[in-house]
Structure formats: C-alpha cells, structure tokens
C-alpha cells in the first residue's frame, strides 16, 4: 500500500528534486552560493538570508531568479546550519513570505 504521509519518500523525492533543479543552473547556482559566503564573511557576522543573496547577486550583475527551483539549493551545503530563525522576505517578489536565517559554520 502506498503511504501518502511516509517521511522517507518524501525526504528521497525532495533530494531528487534539488538534485534536479540545480543540475542545469550549476553556474548561477555557485554565483549565488559564492554570494552567501560573501555576505556571511563581510556583512552577515556569520549569517545570511535568501535576500541577502539576492541583494548580492543583484550587486555583482546577476539576477536572483535566475535561479528558478535551484534556490532551494543554496544553502544545502553542509557548511551550513539554520539558525532556527526566520524573518519576513524584503523583496516584494517574495510577498512578505518568511524565509529561514542560515549561519556558515566553516
């Protein structure tokens, strides 16, 4: 029988589909991860946000939506860790929807 609430499929397939989005968006993909490292080294006191990157990249002449599904991708790195926090998004784009704080661990 098919299980519709089974936690590891769903873990497998959301693995499968970040692997997938950010197949083909390597080059911004790692402009972006780039960018967050940045804020995180030089403005973040070791944080960072998905609208930090954004600013950053926007800064640097790239367009954050550019990035498409591979987004969710970012901060998947193990040298990351979520803070537990989360903050309103400041990009309009993004409709006030909130959005996790990410802290570099290096």
Not at 38 to 44: L, Q
Not at 75 to 91: L, P, Q
Request: glycine residues 8%; proline residues 1%.
């Amino acid at each position: 029988m098919n299980n519709l609430l089974d936690f590891m499929t769903g873990n497998v397939l959301k693995s499968e589909g970040m692997a997938a989005a950010a197949a083909d968006k390597t080059e911004i993909l790692q402009i972006a991860r780039d960018a967050a490292d940045w804020v995180a080294n030089h403005i973040g006191d070791g944080i960072c946000t998905s609208d930090d990157v954004a600013m950053r990249m926007q800064y640097l002449g790239h367009k954050y939506g550019d990035l498409g599904n591979a987004a969710g991708s970012i901060f998947a790195k193990k040298k990351w860790r979520f803070t537990g926090d989360r903050v309103k998004s400041r990009r309009p784009s993004a409709h006030a929807r909130e959005i996790k704080v990410w802290r570099l661990e290096q």
